[in-house]
Structure formats: structure tokens, C-alpha cells
């Protein structure tokens, strides 16, 4: 079964850094669509960036240069660090996985039905 588990939330003041990590456990497909997403209150479901595992990157507009998704294979982690941090990217973040053949051929449009999820992490930034 696959298990997805966030870490690394928290609350930082605008222009800070935090890193989140995602452990993702219980698969063996070396074939994937890997992200993170995040959601305000209020506020719809949005993807911030994407990694397949032929290595292309994807990143939303408002977070692009700011934002770093990375793959540690050691740990078994998918990485977001994120620089520059703006009271605007207070969310709830999450991360999702899937290894179907359309979720990979469409990972780079940073699709938000991806088929499992984490339960999340918190981020707050403070202006």
C-alpha cells in the first residue's frame, strides 16, 4: 500500500526558507508523477510543482525560481525547498504520487488528480 508522510512545515517570516519533505513508501514502480500541492483556506486546491521520473520539473508561475522540487532516492523523499517565501504561499501543502501511464504523460501540467496523497503540512508566512 502506499504511504505518503509531509514533514518540514512551520511558520517563517516573509523572505524566510523552509524545506518539506515527503516520504513515500510501499510502491516498487520506477515509473512515476511525483508533486506538491497546496491549499488556503478558502481557497481551491492548487498545484505548485511537479517531478516524473525521467527527471522533467514543473513549477506553478507565482512560485517558479523560488521553488525547488527534488527527488533524495537514499531517503526515499520527495523534496520541496522553497526561498523567498511571501505571505501568499500560506497553504496547507501536500504531496501526491502516481505511476499510471497518463498521470506520467501529464505530470508536466502539474495535474491535481493524481491517485495518493499525504496528509499534509502546514506553512505559515507572516508578513
Known amino acids: 500500500q502506499v504511504q505518503l508522510v509531509e514533514f518540514g512545515g512551520g511558520s517563517v517570516q516573509a523572505g524566510g526558507s523552509l524545506r518539506l519533505s515527503c516520504v513515500v513508501s510501499?510502491?516498487?514502480?520506477?515509473?512515476?508523477?511525483m508533486g506538491w500541492f497546496r491549499q488556503a483556506p478558502g481557497k481551491e486546491r492548487e498545484g505548485v510543482a511537479t517531478l516524473d521520473s525521467d527527471g522533467t520539473t514543473s513549477y506553478k508561475d507565482s512560485v517558479e525560481g523560488r521553488f525547488t522540487i527534488s527527488r533524495d532516492n537514499a531517503k526515499n523523499s520527495l523534496d520541496l525547498q522553497m526561498n523567498s517565501l511571501k505571505p501568499e504561499d500560506t497553504a496547507m501543502y501536500y504531496c501526491?504520487?502516481?505511476?499510471?501511464?497518463?498521470?506520467?504523460?501529464?505530470?508536466?501540467?502539474?495535474?491535481?488528480?493524481?491517485?495518493?496523497w499525504g496528509q499534509g503540512t502546514q506553512v505559515t508566512v507572516s508578513s
Open positions: 510501499g510502491y516498487s514502480d520506477s515509473r512515476y508523477c
Open positions: 501526491a504520487v502516481d505511476f499510471t501511464f497518463v498521470s506520467r504523460l501529464r505530470c508536466r501540467y502539474i495535474p491535481l488528480d493524481l491517485g495518493y
